[in-house]
């Protein structure tokens, strides 16, 4: 490892980490509203894949405050593809620049890069939450997606403008070229639908729209298990993404 990749992943995660720390407070919302989340997107945008490594460490750093449970390593992953799923879906956009500008254009692809990311980070926590039944796919999956959309879609452009206003010769990543091979067609395409699937019947069946293909757990309060509904499209879903 370089060492300018590793001083972005130590800069960047402790830049996280002490954005969680510092702002992290509990609205009436089903999940933790967190503004630091805005940094997330960025993260991956302007440093790729040490981005998305620094955006997972941080915040495992900032878990460590409390007890470490099944949430942690969910968390580490959820918010790894959070920052990653940006970097590589820009480079299908093309002249797309992380730099933000006064443009429709820039904030419509924007946003699109914000809402896969926040959806991504949702569904992994969410299904990994649902599937030993600790919450609702209804409940966490889509709060967690709708919160760090908000965060990333209302303040995320702030540390985009920062660091690009500031960004010295060097600490902004060069944008990797985009070879539209079959195998990188493949992915995307198999992400994509992998996502909507898993995010949509997964928050369908979790709320009792759909019927649910299991029913476990304890208690009579618990919503239909989505989890089974959801391996196909998660399946779909990660190897699309490691395939991009």
Do not use: H
């Not at 894949?49 to 495992?60: E, P, R, S, T, V």
């Not at 959820?78 to 920052?83: D, E, I, Q």
């Not at 992998?194 to 019927?211: C, D, K, M, V, Y």
């Not at 208690?219 to 196909?232: D, E, N, Q, W, Y």
Request: glycine letters at 14%.
């Amino acid at each position: 490892m370089k060492p300018g990749t590793l001083v972005k992943i130590l800069a960047g995660a402790g830049a996280y980490a002490l954005g969680l720390y510092l702002f992290n407070f509990f609205p009436p919302l089903p999940s933790n509203f967190r503004p630091a989340t805005a940094l997330v997107p960025g993260l991956g945008l302007f440093w790729g894949g040490a981005g998305a490594i620094a955006a997972a460490l941080g915040n495992f750093l900032f878990d460590l405050r409390d007890e470490i449970d099944l949430g942690t390593p969910l968390g580490i992953l959820g918010n790894l593809v959070f920052a990653y799923l940006p970097f590589r879906v820009a480079q299908r956009l093309p002249g797309f620049s992380p730099r933000p500008k006064l443009s429709t254009r820039w904030i419509i692809r924007y946003l699109y890069l914000a809402l896969l990311g926040a959806a991504g980070c949702g569904t992994v926590i969410g299904f990994g939450l649902e599937g030993p039944r600790l919450a609702a796919f209804a409940v966490r999956g889509v709060g967690i997606t709708l919160n760090n959309f908000i965060t990333a879609g209302l303040l995320g452009w702030l540390p985009l403008l920062l660091a690009g206003a500031f960004a010295r010769r060097g600490w902004v990543s060069p944008p990797e070229s985009w070879s539209d091979s079959p195998r990188k067609k493949l992915g995307f395409g198999m992400m994509m639908i992998g996502l909507l699937l898993a995010f949509t019947l997964g928050a369908l069946t979790s709320a009792g729209l759909i019927p649910s293909l299991a029913d476990y757990g304890v208690g009579p309060t618990l919503s239909p298990a989505a989890a089974p509904i959801m391996v196909p499209g998660m399946a779909l879903f990660l190897i699309g993404l490691i395939l991009m």
